[in-house]
C-alpha cells in the first residue's frame, strides 16, 4: 500500500476515532476472507471514503468502551474480521425494538459485538458468546468488565454447533429473541437450522457476510464461497422467515422467523 505505516495509519485511526480494518492496512484479504475493499465495512475507510464518513460522523453513538475495544482490537493483526460498527448499532436497534433479552453470538472474536447486545439487552438478560479461540475473546474481556456487563455474558469456549445442541437438550428451543451468526462459513446452514429452532417467533437471526467481498459474485472452487452462495440461495427461498439482505458492512441478512 502506499507511503504509510501500518503504526502511523492506526494511529492516524486512534486520532480520528475512525478506523480502518487491517484488511485493508495490509493489503491483502486475511484469515477468513474477511476484507472490505469491495464491500461497505466502516472501518475500511482507510483511504477515507467521504460518503462512509460522513454516515459514520452522522449516525455512529458508541459507547466509550465500545470505542476502545474497537481501537484495542485494531492493533491485533487479524482486526479485519471486527464486525462492522455501524451493523453492530443496527442490530443493537434491532434487539431494542423486539424487546429482545436472550440472544446468541456465533463467533465472538474480541468480542465486540458481543459487548453492544450486552448493552442493549436488559439487566437480567443474557449473551450465549460461542468462540472456539480464548485467545482472541480474552482481548475483549477486560472490555465486558469495565462497561459493566461481563455477568450478562455466558462464554462458551468450544465449537458453536456443541453450545447449541446444548442449549436444544436443555430445553431452550423457542427461548431465544436474537442470534448473530459470524463464525465458520462451512457451517452457516447447520447454525442457522439449530438457531431456527432456538428462537421464538418474531426472533431475529442476523448472518454477517454475506456478500464475502463481492466474491459471491465469482466463487469459483472456493468452498467458504460457495457455502456462502448457497446459504443464501437458501435462505432467499426459505418460506419460515421473512428476510432481507442488507448492504452494511460486509452484507448482513436478517431472517424474521414466522
Ligand atoms: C469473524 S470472527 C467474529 C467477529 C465478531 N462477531 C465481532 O463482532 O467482531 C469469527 C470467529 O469465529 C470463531 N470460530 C471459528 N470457527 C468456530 C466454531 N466452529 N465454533 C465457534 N466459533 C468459531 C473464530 O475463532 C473467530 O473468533
Ligand atoms: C463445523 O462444525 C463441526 C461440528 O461442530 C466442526 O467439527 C467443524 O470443525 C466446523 N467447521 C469449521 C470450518 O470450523
Ligand atoms: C412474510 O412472509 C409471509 C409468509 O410467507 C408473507 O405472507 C408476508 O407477505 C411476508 N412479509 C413480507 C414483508 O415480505
Given at each position: 500500500m502506499s507511503g504509510f505505516s501500518k503504526d502511523a495509519l492506526l494511529a492516524a485511526a486512534a486520532a480520528l476515532g475512525v478506523t480502518f480494518t487491517a484488511g485493508l492496512l495490509l493489503g491483502r484479504k486475511c484469515f477468513m476472507h474477511e476484507s472490505s475493499l469491495k464491500t461497505?465495512?466502516?472501518?475500511?475507510?482507510?483511504?477515507?471514503?467521504p460518503l462512509m464518513d460522513y454516515v459514520l460522523q452522522n449516525s455512529l453513538r458508541e459507547h466509550p468502551v465500545l470505542k476502545k475495544l474497537r481501537q484495542r482490537t485494531l492493533?491485533?493483526?487479524?482486526?479485519?474480521?471486527m464486525v462492522a460498527c455501524e451493523q453492530a448499532q443496527l442490530m443493537a436497534n434491532l434487539i431494542k425494538l423486539i424487546k429482545a433479552k436472550n440472544v446468541i453470538e456465533?463467533?465472538?472474536?474480541?468480542?465486540y459485538n458481543t459487548l453492544t447486545m450486552a448493552l442493549a439487552i436488559p439487566a437480567d438478560g443474557k449473551v450465549i458468546a460461542c468462540d472456539i479461540n480464548l485467545g482472541f475473546v480474552k482481548i475483549g474481556m477486560p472490555f465486558w468488565k469495565e462497561a459493566g456487563v461481563e455477568h450478562k455474558i455466558d462464554l462458551q469456549i468450544q465449537p458453536a454447533a456443541d453450545t447449541l445442541d446444548e442449549l436444544l437438550e436443555a430445553g431452550?428451543?423457542?427461548?431465544?429473541d436474537f442470534v448473530f451468526i459470524d463464525a465458520d462459513k462451512q457451517n452457516y446452514s447447520l447454525y442457522y437450522e439449530k438457531c431456527l429452532q432456538l428462537i421464538r417467533k418474531g426472533g431475529i437471526i442476523a448472518i454477517d457476510n454475506v456478500l464475502w467481498d463481492g466474491l459471491v459474485l465469482n466463487p469459483g472452487n472456493d468452498p467458504e464461497t460457495l457455502s456462502i452462495v448457497k446459504f443464501n440461495e437458501k435462505v432467499y427461498r426459505d418460506s419460515r422467515v421473512n428476510m432481507s439482505m442488507i448492504t452494511v458492512g460486509d452484507g448482513v441478512t436478517l431472517a424474521f422467523k414466522l
Open positions: 461497505f465495512k466502516s472501518h475500511g475507510g482507510a483511504k477515507g471514503d492493533e491485533d493483526p487479524m482486526s479485519a474480521m456465533i463467533g465472538v472474536y474480541t468480542g431452550k428451543a423457542k427461548s431465544f
